[in-house]
């Protein structure tokens, strides 16, 4: 999986998005569902869950490198929003892998996201 993940990651850190980012993420899980599902309950979830975390920081810092706002956050605080968007993924996937449900997690996250910014700006304001 590793060539593949780093093929990944080289392709698809270019959304437009955080919101893009977390679905694209997604569907990359998504294609191999049924085989991360049976080595995350069939063989052991500790490495699988370090290489999803691992990922989606790899993923996060080359997304944000592409940002030009970016590059006006100190250091530190751009490792809080990674930091932050790694455990929001992580959490997902994680949910995902763990739940017997079919839920639609793309379709439930993209329409949480499309309304988290509005939410969180009215609450800061």
């Excluded at 998504?30 to 920081?57: K, W």
């Excluded at 739940?99 to 910014?117: C, F, N, W």
Aim: hydrophobic fraction near 40%; proline fraction near 3%.
């Amino acid at each position: 999986c590793g060539q593949r993940c780093e093929e990944f990651l080289t392709n698809h850190a270019d959304v437009t998005s955080m919101r893009g980012g977390i679905l694209t993420l997604l569907n990359f899980f998504t294609d191999d569902r049924h085989v991360i599902r049976n080595m995350f309950h069939g063989y052991s979830s500790a490495p699988l869950e370090r290489f999803i975390l691992n990922m989606t920081q790899d993923y996060t810092r080359r997304f944000l490198s592409t940002v030009p706002m970016a590059e006006q956050v100190p250091a530190e605080e751009l490792e809080n929003i990674v930091q932050l968007y790694v455990y929001l993924m992580f959490g997902i996937i994680v949910d995902w892998l763990s739940g017997e449900s079919d839920v639609d997690y793309i379709r439930t996250v993209d329409t949480a996201l499309k309304k988290l910014p509005a939410l969180l700006a009215d609450s800061m304001g």
